[in-house]
């Protein structure tokens, strides 16, 4: 039997495995991004603050309608309906089967579309967060041998990382000692002691990131870097892409 194409919401119902819902196509236009502007009297043009100060553009929810094609008798075109009424009004997740390690994520409602005797049209619509997410967090180990530099792949959206720090190496260490590391981006720390999870207070933007970190000791509140330091962390986040 050849698997129809469609998509899964809240991994609950397929709509081709499930309801032989014949999925016909999706609109997808990018969402509109979030402005701030400022109309200028006796200045050309208009001034525009969207990015002032470092800020990442935002954006408004995005609108994806999803068409089907259903066939049968009315008794049997209701019993699909009234399957995919039960989302209707709720926040659901959508993955679509071309592409389904991401979800949009979103109010659902649903409309029919044009009815005759024997068929009819559905329209899913969701009013979706701006990003696609990604079903799995992206985690990544990394074991520095001394102080020094991390690159981190991020896709589209701007996320925050979740970091734990598993250990820190002192070639001459203390019992009696605390030890952490020191995560830096675009002058911005976050100091995490051995053991300990926490997220820092930078952004991490889409592309290639360079994030500096040094062990060191915690002492009084005060860190005390040493770039002779070993660590070994682990981070954590949830990509996202238009």
Not at 75 to 95: C, D, P, W
Not at 146 to 151: L, M, Q, Y
Request: proline share 4%.
């Amino acid at each position: 039997m050849i698997k129809m194409r469609g998509i899964n919401i809240n991994n609950e119902v397929h709509t081709g495995a499930d309801l032989d819902l014949l999925f016909t196509g999706f609109d997808n236009e990018m969402p509109a991004p979030k402005l701030l502007t400022e109309d200028i009297q006796g200045a050309d043009g208009v001034t525009d603050y969207t990015e002032h100060a470092g800020l990442f553009p935002k954006y408004q929810n995005r609108n994806p309608v999803f068409h089907f094609f259903a066939k049968g008798t009315k008794a049997e075109i209701m019993e699909k309906f009234n399957v995919l009424a039960r989302y209707h009004g709720q926040t659901v997740s959508v993955y679509i089967d071309d592409d389904n390690d991401f979800y949009f994520r979103g109010r659902a409602t649903l409309a029919f579309g044009e009815v005759g005797a024997l068929y009819a049209y559905f329209d899913l619509t969701v009013s979706a967060f701006p990003y696609k997410l990604k079903k799995n967090l992206t985690v990544k180990k990394y074991a520095l041998e001394s102080g020094g530099n991390i690159i981190v792949e991020n896709n589209i959206m701007p996320v925050k990382l979740s970091v734990k720090v598993l250990s820190v190496t002192d070639p001459e260490p203390s019992d009696s000692a605390v030890y952490g590391a020191q995560f830096t981006l675009n002058g911005k720390s976050s100091i995490i002691q051995v053991g300990g999870t926490k997220t820092p207070e930078f952004i991490i933007a889409g592309g290639a990131q360079k994030i500096s970190v040094v062990g060191g000791k915690i002492s009084n509140g005060n860190f005390l870097s040493n770039n002779s330091y070993g660590a070994s962390f682990k981070i954590s986040f949830r990509e996202g892409k238009f």
